[in-house]
């Protein structure tokens, strides 16, 4: 790896833990002087003589000041996350302390790192790849069973090793196909063109598949937006209550949620539903529709992945909601349809009534009766037609623009192989397809790109 970032060479400190008050705080450094660094304020013993892998329970001392009585773990390069020497500080959690002990640190020669300059520092070290070590980000925000498998996958290189085969048949046939223009006055051709050609074909089923994964992929790490609508008093705001009191979701921090906009969060089976416009719902403002079709719901019918149309079955006429149903399909909005109330009426009649339309869930939003249903009809609704039990998910934006270059490549090549055009050319092509799969997982990299991955991680990471 050529690319060295300025500061590379620097001994770097940053608190490993979440700011504020906790039982442990965690002080991290890494670099040619991190032990040296921590040794120089640690009296009790020689740390620079120790083992790596080995923890020492001592006192902390700067200028004559003990600042903590802490257990210092040793990590020695190569063997350590960012192949660098290690030092973790375990202190008393009090930021008072932790801010002691890195200003000490720093005084001592070690400079504050940047956001995930650490896992910057294990990609330059070839410790993960690039898309491992978003993972790593990505794994760190988790919030659901879904969205830390994923990651998790990912980190151990699944996606990873998914690519890297195909770039080395890809190299060698390029690499062979380069040759015959050294070739060219003779004619020959090195490269099997029938095999290229099979290559190229399941490289292109295998991109098609990942990119496919990429929705359900999204959906498991930002979650999905579901708009509930339907006329005043169809019992919008109770259904939305009914589905927090049952599911509402802990979360602190999820991509892509602003926080200016009130968004309730609930999670389904380790699916994150965002409740658009829950405000809207909740004051019974004019914002409440008197028809689909009015300009706001319409909007927000259309900002949602899923709009669940929430109809009273008493004040339903069937002709009604045929016409809804009707403007739901022809704006191509993925909807549930769910009769409400079905406790005011008998159940069996409120089915017969709606007999003739098909897939309507009924529910009474008050007593939760079937909001299981619901949610397993919800659940479906994001999945469908979706990869299922695909155990590599795209869940990272860079990666799937990536990948859909590398896809565009393998086309022209393959349209380059039907027409027999020349093998300079066809090079090219494959030296195009080659460099989007590098940017993925870093082989191909520059300032910029590693910039805009690793700003996005947290400090301390
Ligand atoms: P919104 O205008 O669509 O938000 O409707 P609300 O949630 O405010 O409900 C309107 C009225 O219907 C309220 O009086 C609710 O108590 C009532 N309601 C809501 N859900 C049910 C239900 O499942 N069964 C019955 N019987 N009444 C309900």
Redesign the pocket.
Request: proline share 3%; hydrophobic share 40%.
């Given at each position: 790896m050529s690319l060295r970032l300025s500061g590379w060479d620097d001994t770097i400190v940053a608190l490993a833990t979440p700011p504020g008050i906790g039982a442990l705080g965690i002080v991290r450094l890494s670099g040619k002087e991190a032990i040296n660094v921590v040794a120089s304020l640690f009296p009790s013993k020689d740390l620079t003589k120790q083992a790596s892998h080995t923890l020492h329970v001592g006192y902390l001392k700067s200028m004559g000041n003990v600042l903590d009585e802490v257990v210092v773990s040793l990590y020695k390069a190569p063997r350590s996350y960012t192949g660098e020497d290690i030092a973790e500080i375990s202190c008393h959690g009090s930021p008072f302390i932790l801010r002691q002990v890195i200003d000490a640190c720093v005084q001592k020669g070690a400079r504050m790192a940047k956001p995930g300059e650490f896992t910057q520092r294990a990609f330059l070290a070839g410790k993960l790849d690039l898309a491992q070590a978003e993972a790593v980000a990505d794994l760190i925000v988790s919030n659901t069973e879904a969205s830390r498998k994923t990651a998790l996958n990912n980190m151990r290189g699944r996606f990873s090793h998914s690519l890297k085969d195909l770039r080395e048949q890809l190299i060698k046939f390029s690499a062979l196909i380069e040759l015959e223009l050294d070739f060219s006055q003779e004619d020959v051709e090195f490269a099997d063109r029938a095999q290229l050609k099979q290559l190229i074909e399941n490289a292109k089923i295998q991109t098609e598949k990942l990119l496919r994964s990429f929705q359900l992929g999204n959906v498991i790490k930002n979650g999905v937006s579901i708009a509930i609508v339907?006329?005043?008093?169809?019992?919008?705001?109770?259904?939305?209550?009914t589905l927090l009191n049952e599911d509402r979701a802990i979360v602190s921090d999820i991509p892509g949620t602003t926080r200016d906009t009130i968004e309730e969060i609930i999670n389904i089976d380790g699916i994150l539903f965002r409740l658009i416009d829950t405000a809207g719902?909740?004051s019974?403002s004019a914002d409440?529709i008197e028809s689909v079709g009015i300009e706001r719901s319409r909007q927000k019918m259309q900002q949602a992945d899923v709009v669940l149309y929430?109809f009273?079955v008493n004040e339903t006429p069937v002709e009604e909601l045929v016409k809804t149903i009707d403007d739901l399909q022809r704006q191509q909005i993925n909807h549930l349809l769910v009769a409400?109330?079905?406790?005011?009426l008998d159940e069996g009649e409120a089915r017969r009534k709606f007999s003739g339309v098909a897939n309507v869930i009924f529910?009474?939003?008050?007593?939760g009766?079937h909001t299981e249903v619901l949610k397993e009809r919800m659940v479906d609704a994001v999945l469908r037609d979706k990869v299922q039990g695909e155990d590599v998910v795209v869940t990272n934006a860079r990666h799937y623009h990536s990948l859909q270059e590398v896809n565009k490549s393998l086309r022209d090549i393959e349209e380059g192989m039907t027409n027999k055009i020349p093998g300079d050319l066809l090079s090219l092509d494959i030296r195009r397809c080659l460099h989007y799969l590098g940017t993925i997982t870093g082989e191909v990299s520059n300032d910029d790109l590693l910039d805009y991955v690793f700003s996005k991680f947290c400090i301390g990471k």
């Open positions: 339907g006329k005043p008093n169809a019992g919008k705001s109770t259904l939305l209550n719902i909740r019974h409440a929430l009273d409400n109330k079905v406790d005011s529910i009474s939003a008050i007593s009766l």
